[in-house]
């Protein structure tokens, strides 16, 4: 039992894996308790079985398995990844547990079946369990049968798909084993509940018992629907529904709609398998069709109706077919074959479905006409065909042929096409059935009810009445104006008998509850389950659809001309709603006329009508328009009252005040009275004959408008038109033609007859008054208005010159909008809007196309014509072809009939001859144009062949094929060509042009639909196998379409589609979808009625639900809210109106949201934070190649906190115009929120990287404009890129410098430009040289001429890493094979060369001869010689700083003066302004050109030593220090010149060396540079004097921000680090190396100078750098000079107090004491040479301090004995070499007497003078004599510790070193002893150490300071300085102090109380490491700095009191905190090579 002891010890999921089964059985059950532990579904527990559950559910011991089954069923209850392992699990339950005797195994395994089709994964599941049906062993066959039962009965058939089920039930049913063949017929029965019927033609074929069998199992079957019983996880609110109706008593019948659409419809056709018969027709079936003997016929066709019977056909080309069978039915004599053909077109017809439709339109106008036969089983034969074709195409594909045959003068013909249209009707469903279809079928329907025929009749009413029943009363009643009631009661009395095949509720809803919304269901087609989608939208409540013509619901509209007629007199108002009545009057005679008249106006009136005196004929006018005004409308007899105006004399009324009169009276009779057309008749000649009338024209007007407005304006120009043009007289003709203009802008144009007017517009063109014909060009303006450019095709073939005039008016109108009409509305009562109006407003736009007059050309196309175009000779086809251009050309405008031309033209697109082709296709791209919308029918037999010519090889061909496609798209929308299958066919090729050209076709198109057919479904498949084609192309077009295809299908159904493909690369294509997902655009919104239709402002704007096709032509304008104040729609009608747009406007919603407050919040720290995170690697640094998804998701987060939500959503739409709004929102906000921008700053560069990725260049523009705007801001706010900030940006904006558009490459180029001011142009270098190496040439091209600019404007210091480097890798692209980079190339080093002169040959180095010559050739052309360079540079290119102040242009001009300085720290030109930001901690800091050393100066003068006022450009800084500079006693000789040098470099230097401290390691090695090369050369060292202090804290600050910032560094370069240790330790040894130098550096910053560099050497870090040994051995070098060479007292006491320091604090190592006690010993050996020079007093102040903090008792408890006896060696030697005098010496110690000190002394004195009584030899030798006794012990400690160091492995090289100097100090010291013990190695080693040392002490030993700058550190800061402020400071040379130096003390004082005028955050923190701060300890060097700064501070401030410039002051030295203006980065090859040069040349 041990063994169970050691797996009981594993966690849970080892056990599972366990080899002994116990131990699984027991991991299981735990397991198994875990999983029902677990509550949250997301834990991460879940992920650590993911491998493990196929183990579970395969285990082999049976027993294991059952327990592994039940916790394998609860992981897949309760875990989120349970998914991911569908795929195994249910293959090992099939396999390994399907076949288990037990039959709890079974169930479990059948259990996690279903539960994994509950998480969603039915189809994997399926997928397996269909697997197992081919199993040899029958249990698992059953099993599976069984699941696949259990899991249809309770998911239902929506979940799981039948199709494949199906496909292998009669397999199963020939199984050997009867369990296979009963579970078969269990899960039979369970499929015919769901689908019924559709089950039994697949089924057909099995054996006959076995169907019986089934057939009585079936009637069995409960006739309720089947519900689904079990959900799967995303159907939850189902599922709650279902449990509720169950609690509710189990009704199964009281489900509501939803419900019972829960059960798809499933088509059998579906379920079939198709059948190729094409291949199956006899080989002779052509020749026998056409045989003469009818019996041969009759057997061709038995054949084909034999093939037909299948009831789904395999596509093909059935053409030849169809032609043939066409041909029987129209032409053979014998009817049994023409009935036979019928069959087999139905056959076909039906096999094929909608991909017959392509050959519908050949066939129907041939049945239609063959309806002439009277026997009765032909006409049934051609009805089913008829019908069966109608069911493959629309109703609007075949219309035009159904509308030709109407007027056939058979009436049998006539009869059956109103049947069959009857018969298509019930198909329809009102969105089908629109407007504009009702319109031409009513007019053709309504002659046929007045037919002589009664057959003709009856079958005209069953057509009305179905059209009625679908359609609904509103939409057809307008139709029916003119119909008398007995007519009409008998269409609607059909239309109640009418069965519709979509269900009953559609329509007739419509009229009962105006303004309702019909939630009407409509069931689908039977056909896949898809079409659902469309068909349902249309019943959809709210949005109304453009042309839909019986609205469900949305706000009623306006009956045009009549609404409801039959009732004859004049009702007050219509009796329906909303809708109004026009009033019909029949014609009164005269004598009831006056009858009438009498009755309401006064006697008298009536009398004096016809009177001969005018002024009684006035007066009576007067009492008549009394009269009228006192009338009630009800009482008004209109007609009557205008009879009575026309009486004689009536309109020819010669006096014109009596006739002014009589037209007022018109008008207001007709607004004042139910006015009719007929009494308008009787008044309108009279009008129009007044118009022209000078004095009553405007009355005339008036009255005409009063009419139009009375009886509609479309009636009334009519009439009044034809009335002008009827008669000769050209002014009442001009005056008609203006009123209606103004009339149509007061109207607007709904329902006007554009047709009539163009014929009467073109009469007034034609006339010869030229005031005709400027009315008529002006009519036509206001026409084109709401027309459109379409208006002017009708008047083509005017004079040139009236065209001319006419495109004039039309360029007039060009941009304006229609007005919106202000009259027509007012008369309608409160409730009906002006819809009608609109709806025919939109048809006008759209169908004036319909009213051109179109030539028939069906004749021209003769049998000769086509044989021309079928020729074999490719001449004869190409003059057919042309011959056909010719005719479409002549006809411009063509109707659909083109007989036999399409197949011919078909033939041509393959034709072998591509010119051929390509003419072809501009015929087909011209007939698109000729033929309009009625283009359609063709799509399917000539469309989908220019498809295929996209797979052509040729270009050109191909680009034409796409010309035209999208010609032929234009005109028919999108709809035709997604039906069916042909497009997916086409897709299905695998030619890669093909699939390029049609995937890039539909990403164009796709977009803009608001909603496709099913049928794009079918596509998908071929989309994936074109994600993963061979061709890159391919492959690239398919994922750019992905998001297209997704918007309309939605994921859902493209994931299922993967479901057939290969594991592998189904997961690659659900990779891709996941990201279209993302990328997915929003449906577009449903066009908004442009206002300039004219109906704009008082008409809500209608919107057309997704369903809608008709819309392709409309305009996809962003929806205009529907301005509700103005809708005319009372109640109810405008709610619906807005919840409909509420529906519509999801996007739109979000416009409400809160926009007002900031877009950007700033969150402290925020950017900071990001910046961590993205160094320490926890999110993903910005550098891609393209974006990745991950990256726009992190961008997505990072911005979700800082930036306002719905700015969000725009930035990270689909769709690019919103991110043009969103960059709009951004430019707005830009300046008003600069500090929300600048904390976001890093985030929306990065959004913009992404914008440079998008392919749409209007965003490109807009993110540049931004760009532009925003660097501009950043400069005047004087802000820094970060690196982080510059990196994640750069990189992307240099890539569009390369965009092949002009402009763009502009931008981009002034953004780089503008760049340079925030971001310095050294660090830009390098990005834009990577830029060089891009494969885009342009791109390379344009860099290249970039970098030109940067040289050429901040001299060759920007070029990284090295001029060289840069140079070289210029010049390589002097042989790039372009051009233009070639050239670019060359002119970046001309201006080199001009900047740098002949040296550039050799930074170049070695280039082939042909680029040299070429270099060499440019730069002679360009003829610019070096010596120009400075003074150009100087005045050249100040464009670049842009913002420079006035003083700094003025510094510039004083510049050229005196050239001939020595010590040039030149200030240049302001490249960059200079600014000191001291508050942005990222700033950089390089030497601005201002404060380098120009050496191309000191170069070039070879004079005398001469020491001369350097020529500075005058800053006038001199008085900057007047303030503070008290003048101190002189306290040592000073050269010569050193005041007046001193007083104008000051400030240079100053400057240069705050830079020494800067973070930037680039600028710190650059200052230190030119530090060490002034002080190298002895007649400049002079200039350092009095800023050594200063020199030495910025130099150990430097080491300080190494040792803490840049050594911790992760990312820096090491050698960066070594490079700048190098340098700081080489300028310092040159420092100390110049005595007199040297000796100014005080104690405070020695000690600290100390401090850093034995940290330095104690920092292991280094040892473990490359080249770590030697900076530790030159720090050694170091030290031992700074020791030597400063000021002994300063240096003593610095390292006293040191030593004092180190042992106080807890925290220093004992090493570092150490160190600072050897260098103690090293100036103990030193004190015989320097005794004189020491200031004693000083030094025994300090170790009587030192030993007041360490009692010798305290000393005795080190753990080191060291201390001690350094102290006692010190004073011992001290005692030795002063003697007695020493004592003299304790004059600063206060109280002597309690002194340790002293009496220390003392006693030494005493023991000295036993000692030494007699001797009297040389003071030295005497002395060190005592010193080595004194020192003997210590001497053998000290070489013990060196020899130690020697032996040990990391210390060999330093304690070599210490033995040298410990031979050289004591030359005689014996160090025999110790190597005597050593092996003859050792000391060999030794020896060769001490000789190797000695050689390179000779040779000086400097270190020189490597080369090579690299990517730059970023973030400055400076280090805590430590140490408090000293009681006592006293000076250098021990003389009295100075006052300034109690000046300084004061000043540190101030600052500490916080009385300084430097706020206490300015200052560098001080950070005490003194644990007793009373101690007066020395000044420490931070205080100095701080005085120095406050002295700056100080007057600086003074100096702004005197308005200067701010800029200016900048430079008056070190900065607030030591931040300085960035420039160019100096090179310090260059400078080493010039210094050498200049050194040679001094010699």
């Not at 029916?480 to 559609?506: F, H, M, Q, S």
């Not at 020491?1734 to 301090?1745: K, T, V």
């Not at 090579?1908 to 040379?1933: D, F, K, L, R, W």
Request: proline share 5%; aromatic share 6%.
């Amino acid at each position: 039992m041990g063994d169970d002891s050691e797996w009981m010890k594993l966690p849970i999921d080892q056990k599972c894996e366990h080899k002994l089964w116990k131990a699984r059985l027991n991991g299981y059950e735990e397991a198994l308790k875990l999983f029902q532990k677990i509550d949250d579904e997301k834990s991460p527990e879940w992920s650590k079985y993911l491998g493990l559950i196929k183990k579970f559910v395969t285990d082999s011991n049976a027993v294991a398995q059952l327990k592994g089954l039940e916790a394998a069923l609860a992981y897949v209850e309760n875990a989120h990844v349970a998914g991911k392992t569908t795929g195994e699990v249910a293959s090992g339950v099939v396999n390994k547990v399907f076949n288990q005797p037990k039959a709890r195994a079974k169930e479990l395994g059948e259990d996690i079946c279903l539960m994994y089709i509950e998480i969603e994964k039915g189809e994997a599941v399926q997928e397996e369990l269909l697997k197992g049906l081919d199993n040899k062993n029958p249990k698992i066959i059953v099993a599976c049968i069984e699941t696949l039962r259990k899991a249809l009965s309770e998911f239902g058939s929506k979940i799981i798909s039948l199709k494949p089920i199906i496909k292998v039930l009669p397999k199963l049913f020939e199984s050997r084993e009867k369990a296979v063949r009963d579970e078969a017929k269990l899960l039979a029965v369970e499929i015919y509940r769901w689908i019924r019927d559709a089950l039994r033609p697949p089924l057909q074929n099995i054996n006959s018992v076995q169907l019986k069998e089934l057939e009585e199992e079936w009637i069995k079957v409960s006739s309720a629907a089947p519900k689904q019983t079990r959900f799967l996880r995303s159907q939850q609110e189902l599922k709650a529904k279902f449990e509720q109706q169950q609690g509710l008593g189990g009704d199964a019948d009281g489900g509501d709609d939803d419900e019972e659409e829960a059960v798809p419809q499933v088509d059998a056709y579906e379920l079939l398998e198709a059948v190729e018969i094409l291949s199956k027709l006899p080989k002779d079936f052509y020749e026998k069709i056409e045989a003469k003997k009818w019996q041969e016929r009759k057997e061709a066709l038995e054949a084909v109706e034999l093939l037909v019977k299948n009831p789904k056909l395999e596509s093909g080309d059935y053409a030849d077919l169809v032609k043939a069978l066409k041909k029987v039915v129209g032409k053979d004599t014998n009817v049994m074959l023409v009935a036979l053909a019928a069959k087999c077109l139905a056959g076909l017809a039906t096999g094929l479905r909608k991909k017959f439709g392509q050959y519908a339109g050949h066939v129907v106008p041939t049945i239609l006409e063959k309806f002439k036969e009277k026997k009765p089983q032909v006409v049934q034969a051609l009805q089913e065909a008829i019908d069966a074709i109608f069911l493959t195409t629309t109703l609007q594909n075949i219309s035009e042929d159904i509308l030709a045959v109407m007027d056939n003068k058979n009436p049998t013909i006539k009869q059956q096409t109103s049947l069959f249209i009857a018969r298509s009707f019930r198909h329809c469903t009102p969105s089908t059935l629109p407007k504009s279809l009702l319109k031409p079928f009513c007019a053709a329907l309504l002659k046929h009810i007045n037919d002589s025929a009664p057959e003709v009749r009856d079958a005209g009413f069953e057509a009305l009445g179905t059209a009625l029943k679908v359609a609904g009363e509103k939409a057809v009643n307008p139709f029916l104006a003119d119909v008398d009631k007995l007519k009409l009661d008998r269409i609607k009395e059909c239309a109640e008998k009418v069965e519709l095949v979509y269900g009953k509720k559609a329509g007739g809803a419509a009229e009962k509850k105006e303004g309702k919304p019909i939630t009407g269901k409509t069931t689908a087609l039977p056909g896949p389950a898809g079409d659902k989608e469309t068909k349902d939208a249309a019943t959809k409540p709210g949005p109304l659809k453009k042309a839909s013509a019986a609205k469900p619901g949305g706000p009623p509209k306006k009956g045009k001309p009549a609404a409801a007629a039959g009732t004859g007199g004049a009702g007050p108002k219509g009796k329906k709603g909303p809708e109004t009545k026009e009033i019909f009057e029949s014609e009164l005679s005269i004598e009831v006329c006056e009858e009438k008249a009498a009755a309401v106006l006064p006697a008298s009136c009536i009398q004096q009508l016809d009177s001969g005196n005018w002024k009684e004929r006035l007066a009576c006018m007067e009492e008549f328009q009394k009269a009228v005004e006192l009338m009630e409308r009800s009482e008004m007899p209109c007609q009557a009252l205008v009879r009575m105006l026309a009486k004689k004399p009536g309109w020819k009324e010669t006096n014109f005040q009596v006739m002014q009169m009589k037209l007022h009276i018109v008008a207001l009779i007709a607004q004042k009275g139910n006015f009719s057309k007929t009494s308008a008749q009787v008044v309108l000649d009279g009008l129009v004959d007044k118009v022209g009338d000078v004095k009553c024209g405007t009355n005339a007007k008036e009255a005409m408008t009063a009419i139009a407005e009375a009886c509609q304006l479309p009636w009334t120009a009519e009439q009044v038109v034809a009335t002008a043009f009827s008669q000769k007289n050209p002014k009442n003709q001009s005056e008609t033609l203006n009123w209606l203009s103004n009339a149509i802008k007061e109207f607007g144009f709904s329902g006007l007859n554009v047709k009539a007017f163009i014929s009467n517009v073109k009469t007034a063109l034609a006339a010869t008054n030229p005031a005709v014909r400027t009315s008529a060009i002006t009519l036509l303006g206001v026409m084109y208005l709401y027309v459109g450019p379409s208006l002017r095709m009708f008047f083509e073939d005017e004079k040139p010159a009236l065209l001319s005039q006419i495109d004039a008016e039309f360029e007039k109108m060009q941009g304006q909008t229609a007005p919106a009409p202000t009259r027509g509305i007012s008369r309608h009562s409160v409730g009906g809007g002006d819809d009608g109006e609109e709806e025919e407003q939109e048809e006008v736009g759209n169908d004036v196309v319909d009213l051109l007059p179109r030539t028939d050309i069906g004749d021209k196309i003769t049998a000769e014509l086509v044989s021309k175009i079928g020729d074999k000779n490719w001449k004869i086809r190409k003059e057919g072809l042309d011959e056909v251009t010719s005719i479409i050309n002549e006809a411009k405008f063509i109707q659909p009939n083109i007989g036999e031309l399409p197949a011919a033209l078909k033939g041509r697109l393959n034709d072998s001859n591509k010119i051929l082709v390509q003419q072809t296709l501009s015929i087909l791209q011209q007939l698109a144009t000729a033929m309009g919308p009625n283009i359609k029918q063709y799509v399917k037999n000539l469309g989908i062949p220019v498809i295929t010519v996209l797979g052509d090889s040729k270009n050109n061909v191909r680009a034409a094929a796409l010309a035209t496609v999208n010609a032929w798209a234009e005109q028919t929308g999108m709809k035709e060509w997604l039906e069916g299958e042909d497009l997916s066919e086409e897709l299905k090729k695998e030619n890669p042009f093909l699939r390029q050209e049609l995937l890039g076709w539909l990403a164009e198109k796709l977009p803009a639909l608001r909603s496709v057919p099913s049928d794009l479904l079918l596509c998908v498949p071929h989309l994936y196998s074109c994600l993963e084609d061979r061709n890159g192309d391919v492959r690239k077009k398919a994922q750019d379409a992905l998001p297209f295809f997704m918007m309309h299908l939605g994921f859902e159904k493209m994931a299922k589609a993967t479901g057939k493909l290969k594991p592998t690369s189904k997961d690659q294509v659900l990779a891709m979808l996941e990201k279209a997902k993302a990328n997915m655009p929003a449906k577009p919104a449903p066009p908004a009625k442009a206002s300039s239709r004219g109906v704009g402002g008082a008409a809500p704007a209608k919107f057309q639900p997704a369903s809608a096709f008709a819309d392709d032509l409309g305009s996809n304008t962003m929806e205009s809210k529907p301005d509700l104040k103005k809708a005319k729609a009372g109640g109810l009608s405008s709610k619906t109106k807005v919840q409909g747009k509420k529906v519509l406007s999801k996007p739109s919603l979000k416009e409400d949201d809160d926009k007002s407050g900031p877009i950007f919040i700033i969150v402290p720290n925020g950017k900071e934070q990001r910046m961590r995170e993205e160094k320490a690697l926890k999110v993903l640094k910005w550098n891609f190649t393209t974006p990745r998804d991950e990256y726009i998701e992190q961008l997505k987060t990072q911005m979700s906190t800082c930036v306002a939500k719905w700015l969000q959503d725009e930035m990270f739409h689909a769709d690019f115009q919103h991110h043009n709004k969103a960059l709009s929102v951004m430019i707005e906000h830009l300046e008003s929120e600069k500090d929300g921008v600048i904390s976001c700053l890093d985030l929306i560069l990065k959004w913009l990287t992404l914008r440079f990725f998008d392919t749409n260049t209007s965003v490109l523009m807009k993110a540049l404009e931004y760009l532009k705007l925003l660097f501009n801001l950043l400069s005047q706010e004087e802000y820094h890129l970060t690196e982080n900030e510059a990196s994640s940006f750069i990189p992307y904006l240099i890539l569009k410098v390369g965009e092949p558009k002009d402009v763009i490459r502009k931008d981009v180029r002034a953004i780089l430009n503008r760049m340079c001011l925030i971001y310095p142009a050294s660090k830009m270098f390098p990005f834009i040289m990577e830029g060089t190496k891009s494969k885009n040439s342009k791109q390379r091209a344009e860099c290249l001429e970039e970098l030109g600019c940067l040289v050429e404007s901040y001299g060759m210091n920007v070029c990284q890493p090295t001029p060289g480097k840069a140079l070289k890798e210029m010049a390589t692209h002097i042989g790039d094979r372009d051009n233009t980079v070639r050239n670019a190339a060359l002119n970046t080093i001309v201006t080199v060369y001009n900047v740098h002169g002949d040296q550039v040959f050799k930074l170049i180095g070695n280039l082939s001869e042909k680029d040299m010559s070429m270099l060499e050739e440019r730069i002679k052309r360009s003829a610019k010689r070096p010596s120009s360079a400075p003074v150009r540079q100087a005045e050249e290119k100040p464009q670049r700083a842009q913002n420079m102040s006035a003083n700094a242009s003025m510094m510039r001009k004083g510049q050229a003066e005196d050239m001939s300085s020595k010590l040039k720290i030149m200030y240049r030109t302001y490249r960059i302004q200079n600014r000191n930001m001291g508050s942005h901690s990222e700033t950089t800091h390089t030497v601005p050109r201002e404060f380098q050393l120009d050496l191309d100066e000191i170069e070039n003068d070879n004079g005398t030593v001469r020491c001369e006022m350097p020529a500075l450009v005058q800053h006038k800084l001199d008085d900057i220090f007047e303030p503070v500079l008290i003048p101190e006693p002189k306290i040592r000789a000073v050269s010569p010149h050193f005041d007046d040098m001193h007083s104008n470099t000051a400030s240079t230097i100053n400057f240069v060396i705050s830079q020494v401290a800067s973070g930037d390691i680039n600028t710190s090695i650059q200052a230190l540079t030119q530090i060490d090369e002034v002080l190298k050369q002895e007649d400049k060292a002079e200039a350092m004097s009095g800023h050594i202090d200063q020199f030495l804290i910025a130099t150990f600050m430097q080491l300080r921000l190494i040792y803490n910032t840049h050594m911790a560094d992760e990312k820096l370069d090491k050698d960066e680090i070594v490079r700048l240790y190098s340098c700081i330790i080489g300028s310092m040894i040159t420092l100390f190396q110049i005595e007199s130098l040297a000796r100014e550096a005080s104690t405070g910053v020695l000690k600290d100078l100390m401090h850093g560099l034995i940290t330095l050497m104690l920092d292991s870090r280094v040892e473990d750098l490359e080249e770590g040994e030697q900076v530790i051995r030159s720090v050694n070098l170091l030290v031992v000079k700074v020791l030597e060479k400063s000021d002994q007292t300063n240096i003593l006491s610095a390292l006293l107090v040191l030593l004092q320091d180190s042992l106080l604090a807890t925290a220093s190592s004992p090493k570092f004491s150490e160190l600072v006690m050897k260098c103690l010993w090293r100036m103990v050996r030193l004190l015989p040479e320097t005794i004189n020079s020491i200031n004693l007093d000083r030094i025994l102040l300090d170790i009587h301090i030192f030993m007041k903090v360490f009692p010798k008792e305290k000393l005795k408890q080190c753990k080191s004995e060291f201390p001690i006896r350094t102290l006692k060696t010190l004073l011992h030697t001290l005692c030795k070499l002063k003697g007695p005098k020493i004592l003299d010496h304790l004059t600063m110690i206060d109280n002597k007497n309690e002194s340790e000190l002293e009496a220390h002394l003392c006693r030494l004195m005493k023991h000295a003078m036993e000692q030494t009584g007699k001797a009297d030899k040389d003071t030295e030798k005497g002395a060190s004599r005592i010193e080595e006794k004194a020192s003997k012990a210590k001497v053998n400690d000290i070489l013990a510790e060196i020899f130690k160091k020697i032996g040990s492995k990391e210390n060999t090289k330093e304690g070599l070193a210490e033995l040298y100097e410990y031979k050289k100090k004591y030359s005689d010291a014996d160090i025999e002893p110790f190597l005597k013990n050593s092996s003859q190695f050792f000391q060999s080693y030794v020896e060769r150490g001490l000789r190797l040392i000695e050689t390179e002490r000779e040779g000086k030993g400097r270190i020189a300071t490597s080369t090579g700058i690299s990517p730059q550190m970023e973030g400055t800061c400076v280090p805590a300085s430590t140490h408090t402020v000293s009681s006592s400071i006293g000076n250098t040379n021990g003389e009295e102090v100075g006052p300034s130096v109690y000046l300084e003390r004061l000043k540190i004082l101030r600052q500490r109380c916080g009385l300084d005028n430097a706020k206490q955050e300015d200052r560098p923190p001080l950070t005490s490491l003194l644990s007793k701060p009373t101690l007066p300890t020395v000044a420490s060097s931070t205080d100095m700095l701080h005085s120095k700064l406050s002295q700056l501070r100080e007057s600086r401030e003074q100096y702004q009191h005197l308005d200067l410039d701010s800029n200016q002051t900048h430079s008056s030295g070190i900065g607030t905190t030591l931040a300085s203006p960035s420039s160019a980065a100096a090179n310090i090859d260059d400078l080493k090579k010039r210094l050498e040069r200049i050194k040679s040349s001094r010699k």
